[in-house]
């Protein structure tokens, strides 16, 4: 089994900063591809950013130049840097991994709780 743990959200004024960061336990032989997802209230759940083994990354237009993913592999650990952000970056943000397990190696796909992000003056 493998755990998602997320932090970091937390109430921001618009063009401030903060730093999510998913660390994912358990039983883990490799992880794959990571990402970060959110949804506001009344919104379908949307990619905000992926991040391949190699380092290869993937953004919503959205959050093009404003966001930055990246991961520690030896921490199995997946962080956002979110800067500039506005109102509309209001939303719960959940982190996504993907991998294979240790011992029986089957394919696995981990969503954390989710952690709330508010943009406001």
């Known amino acids: 089994q493998v755990q998602l743990v997320e932090s970091g959200g937390g109430l921001v004024q618009p063009g401030g900063s903060l730093r999510l960061s998913c660390a994912a336990s358990?039983?883990?032989?490799?992880?794959?591809?990571m990402g970060w997802y959110r949804q506001a209230p009344g919104k379908q759940r949307e990619l905000v950013a992926t991040?391949?083994?190699?380092?290869?990354?993937n953004y919503a237009d959205s959050v093009k130049g404003r966001f930055t993913i990246s991961r520690d592999n030896a921490k199995n650990t997946m962080y956002l840097q979110m800067n500039s952000l506005k109102p509309e970056d209001t939303a719960v943000y959940y982190c996504?991994?993907?991998?294979?397990?240790?011992?029986?190696?089957?394919?696995?796909?981990?969503w954390g709780q989710g952690t709330q992000v508010t943009v406001s003056s």
């Open positions: 996504n991994v993907g991998g294979i397990t240790s011992v029986t190696f089957r394919r696995f796909n981990s």
């Open positions: 358990g039983n883990i032989f490799s992880i794959s591809a």
């Open positions: 991040i391949s083994s190699g380092g290869s990354t």
